[in-house]
């Protein structure tokens, strides 16, 4: 195993997984292709054996060639067993495992064995459904990797925190490899390859779809919708006026397989009032927003729709579960609960004229509590807060660490 040099680190997510390390606990590492898993690894064997040169380091990645013999438990179990040592602590890290079929089953059995820390890696969220969810109940613990946030992309790129460096963030997302690249069309020409890469083989494949021309225009349809309230029927209904028939419940299904791959995320609708969940509607944000661009192009009108985009992964990156808020007519951009606590969230482009001020920060007033909330804009505003509502600007909220 060559480890590179120079791994630029990502410690926010180094310290959630260390009070974990040498626990009897399988650690899954998740999240979309190429956002980092892998030099996660990296960094967190460097500081096993920063604490203990002697560990017994065992790593293998499913995308290399080497290890392509490893096809199922059986294989997996069998390489493995041959690399540990007895009497020792075994550091296991097995890369991309969901390609490995029925894994779960190994996973089980190096778990039986308490000198064994498990490490693993995936790039689809199903891989914590069904049969692993079943065999491994209780035993292991996720951490969802995303790309960049804006303050990690400034440290990668090296790069002043200011308003054209913030543009160059939502034009070009934050997948970490952007360092290696100009960030012009040379950017874009390897983020569409790692869009195919995703689509292609994350879903088309992994799914057996037939209709992989449907897929790519319901990705465009998302893609330039970004933030909009949709049904599957709406979307089905839209696209029927665009020539192309689909069923509702084959759109949920497509969906379901780009949010399983974190090509997009789907965010429910919660009923301030009523307290519930509702169960049609949603709105959908792109993992990468870089992706997002390469697939549709980046245009000055789409700034609003890459605003809430950006917002919404930031408050992800920063631990938040996220619903989009709904109080009789009125909506919420996001409700955002971490630790049983809440902040609330509205997203507008400017605050300008007097109606506008009114809109955003009326609807806050109306939540009948005491937690934060805020109004996030992409402009300075001449104040701080609105009847005790507080006012940031976007490039003030991405600096958020806590």
């Keep these: 195993m060559n480890i590179p040099a120079n791994i630029l680190k990502r410690n926010k997510y180094i310290f959630k997984i260390q009070p974990f390390i040498r626990k009897n606990l399988i650690k899954v590492l998740t999240g979309q292709r190429r956002v980092g898993k892998s030099y996660l690894v990296f960094q967190l064997i460097n500081y096993i054996l920063e604490q203990d040169k002697d560990s017994n380091i065992i790593y293998m990645n499913k995308e290399d060639l080497q290890f392509d ?3 199922n438990a059986t294989d997996l179990n069998d390489y493995i067993i041959s690399k540990i040592k007895p009497n020792a602590l075994n550091y296991i890290f097995i890369d991309e495992i969901q390609d ?13 064995d308490q000198n064994n820390d498990i490490y693993i890696t995936g790039s689809n969220a199903k891989m914590l459904s069904g049969e692993l969810a079943t065999y491994l109940s209780g035993r292991y613990v996720e951490f969802t990797i995303y790309s960049l946030s804006y303050s990690e992309f400034l440290q990668f790129h090296k790069l002043d925190n200011n308003d054209k460096n913030m543009d160059h963030y939502f034009k070009y997302g934050g997948l970490p ?28 494949s992994r799914y057996n779809l037939r209709n992989s021309n449907f897929l790519e225009k319901l990705v465009l349809f998302l ?3 970004i933030g909009s309230l949709f049904s599957a029927k709406k979307i089905s209904d839209f696209l029927k006026s665009q020539q192309t028939k689909i069923a509702p ?5 497509y969906t379901k397989y780009l949010v399983n791959a974190y090509v997009i995320h789907e965010v429910d609708r919660y009923d301030i009032i009523g307290k519930r969940i509702f169960e049609t509607g949603s709105k959908f944000y792109f993992e990468n927003t870089g992706i997002r661009n390469a697939i549709i192009g980046y245009k000055p009108q ?20 996220i619903k989009v808020g ?6 919420i951009d996001f409700i955002a609960e971490r630790n049983n606590e809440f902040i609330y969230i509205q997203i507008a482009l400017k605050l ?30 001449n104040g701080n807060t609105y009847r005790g509502i507080q006012h940031v600007y976007i490039r003030d909220f991405l600096m958020w660490e806590q």
């Design 177 to 204: 490899y952007l360092i290696n690249l100009a960030l012009n069309e040379q950017a874009f020409e390897y983020l569409n390859s790692i869009y195919t890469t995703i689509l292609f083989r994350d879903v088309v």
């Design 223 to 225: 893609a330039d919708n």
């Design 100 to 112: 490995i079929v029925d894994f779960e089953k190994a996973l089980r059995s190096f778990l039986l």
């Design 326 to 331: 709904t109080m009789n007519t009125k909506e």
């Design 249 to 253: 419940n084959q759109i949920q299904t």
């Design 302 to 321: 789409d700034l609003g729709k890459l605003l809430e985009n950006v917002v919404y992964n930031h408050l992800l990156y920063l631990g938040y579960k």
């Design 69 to 71: 013999f490893i096809k």
């Design 352 to 381: 300008d004229d007097e109606a506008t001020i009114k809109r955003e920060f009326e609807n806050l007033l109306q939540i009948a509590n005491n937690y934060p909330k805020y109004v996030i804009t992409n402009t300075q505003f």
